[in-house]
């Protein structure tokens, strides 16, 4: 099979095609000056505009502030927010940034931060880009701004990325899905996001319903040496090698799309800089409901994409071994809301033991409407039902619904014609709380490599627990009768409840798909 991939790759004409580096051991950076150094992070974070507005709480050593981050508006006007109140770093790092309205916006911020003197690093992942020219990568030309890719396919030629694949899949299959936006060394964004429309917009025709976190202090400096470490990684390739991201005339061409967005709506952009002054001033009076406690921030090392297959597949990393620990510890209840859930042999056997001795599991997934992976979910159901039987609430997220505006509560879900649960959450004994990227799935444990927070407050772990309850109220309880799973849940005007005896919202084409999908190895999904 290599063989007969590496016969098509030479027979393919490659003059014209450019190339990158896939490592920055290669000669044509020998060259390369950083234009962001380690004098650039020489200064007190707590001595930060941010910091000073909760002098107070973060004075105390191991303790930092965190707040939900529930709907993707709000994700994206306290990412913005954040940006303007910059005033000394801006690290972003993603798997995925999508080229369109909402990533050019928050790419404008950037670029305003860094005319202001702000240093901004971002890392991207290749796999993520889709392409060498984006706005991201073009910002690369700012002399405030420093722009890397994670993980790099060597010929850019989208009709050789396969082939590329295949020949080195070990490396390529393994993706940096890690995602922070750091301010200033003292406020973290993170969570289950990455930079796109979808992620930010209910309206749009694909939305994401997600949650992220903005923690304030101590776990803040972690996820910056975890930044660092990956940036200066070997395969973390500066875009000042790719020759799109070089182009004057592009970046002239984006500059021009900043000023006629600008002026060509001028009324909508007064609107959106009052929200975006709202939200700071509502910071800066202490408006932010904050609950404070100690907590942890994990991340995979990025060695992990270079492990062989037999060594990603034994391995067992902080975040594994912490995930464990908790379990292990846990004494009473897990509520948790996970986007791909596939917890594999011993992470079932390990769960039905823990409910026979009392700790009760509520689980909510993606149906096999609203999920955008048929063969994840394929590998789910195999586990569903025995989980059911252990006496395990188990939800599947509704499709559609144009549900819940929420009056009662500041949860804005009103959902699309397609709608995809995307978080990564976990609350055990309703006192420690996970978030991250993290899914509870094979190619997080063992390809991807990934990112957590753990967070002990009763406080903050109430009101994540209050979140996935409400996300159960949106989803199908799914139980058994005579073994077969049962489907039953209400949409908003129903005054009773819904009963199918087959996935609700499906075809019997997406049905036959996912049959199908069975035979991919659950390692690979």
């Not at 790759?9 to 962001?36: E, N, Q």
Request: glycine letters at 6%.
């Amino acid at each position: 099979m290599i063989k007969t991939v590496s016969m098509i790759v030479c027979a393919l004409p490659l003059i014209g095609c450019a190339t990158v580096p896939t490592s920055t051991c290669d000669a044509r950076l020998d060259g390369y000056v950083a234009k962001i150094t380690p004098d650039d992070f020489n200064y007190n974070p707590l001595e930060t505009p941010i910091a000073t507005i909760y002098q107070a709480e973060l004075a105390r050593p191991g303790i930092s502030g965190a707040t939900l981050i529930e709907d993707g508006l709000s994700a994206f006007v306290i990412r913005a927010a954040f940006a303007r109140m910059a005033t000394k770093t801006i690290d972003l790092q993603t798997y995925i940034y999508s080229n369109d309205f909402s990533s050019k916006v928050l790419v404008g911020e950037l670029k305003n931060a860094a005319d202001r003197g702000v240093k901004v690093r971002v890392l991207v992942d290749d796999y993520g880009t889709n392409s060498d020219i984006v706005d991201v990568m073009l910002l690369n030309q700012h002399p405030n701004i420093e722009v890397k890719v994670f993980n790099t396919v060597h010929n850019r030629a989208k009709i050789l990325y396969y082939p590329q694949f295949l020949m080195d899949f070990n490396r390529l299959n393994s993706r940096m899905h890690n995602k922070l936006f750091v301010v200033d060394n003292i406020a973290l964004i993170t969570g289950g996001r990455n930079v796109g429309s979808n992620y930010f917009y209910p309206e749009t025709a694909s939305n994401f319903s997600d949650t992220d976190v903005l923690y304030l202090g101590d776990m803040t400096h972690y996820a910056t040496d975890s930044f660092n470490e990956y940036w200066n990684h070997h395969l973390a390739i500066p875009a000042s090698v790719f020759p799109k991201a070089r182009s004057k005339k592009a970046t002239k061409k984006l500059e021009k799309s900043f000023e006629e967005i600008r002026q060509r709506a001028q009324s909508d952009i007064r609107a959106y800089d009052t929200i975006i002054n709202m939200a700071q001033n509502e910071y800066r009076a202490r408006g932010f409901d904050f609950s404070w406690g100690r907590g942890k921030f994990l991340a995979d090392p990025p060695q992990k994409v270079e492990m062989s297959m037999r060594e990603k597949e034994q391995y067992k990393g902080d975040i594994i071994e912490t995930l464990q620990h908790l379990w292990n510890t846990t004494q009473d209840s897990v509520y948790l809301s996970a986007a791909y859930f596939v917890p594999g042999p011993g992470g079932l056997k390990h769960m039905l033991g823990e409910e026979r001795d009392g700790v009760h599991l509520t689980i909510v997934t993606n149906s096999l409407a609203s999920t955008n992976a048929p063969t994840v979910y394929a590998k789910w159901e195999k586990y569903r039902n025995k989980l059911i039987e252990s006496g395990a609430d188990v939800y599947e997220f509704m499709l559609s619904a144009e549900n819940l505006r929420g009056k009662e509560h500041d949860r804005e879900r009103k959902q699309s014609s397609f709608s995809v649960l995307h978080s990564k959450t976990i609350v055990f004994d309703d006192d420690i709380s996970w978030i991250g990227s993290f899914n509870l799935d094979p190619r997080s444990a063992y390809y991807n490599t990934e990112n957590v927070t753990i967070f002990e407050s009763e406080d903050f772990a109430k009101k994540l627990r209050e979140m996935i309850i409400r996300d159960t109220k949106t989803s199908w309880h799914v139980t058994l009768d005579d073994g077969k799973p049962v489907w039953t849940g209400m949409r908003p005007g129903d005054t009773t409840p819904r009963v199918y005896h087959r996935s609700p919202d499906t075809s019997i084409f997406r049905r036959a798909l996912k049959v199908l999908t069975r035979a991919v190895p659950e390692k690979f999904v």
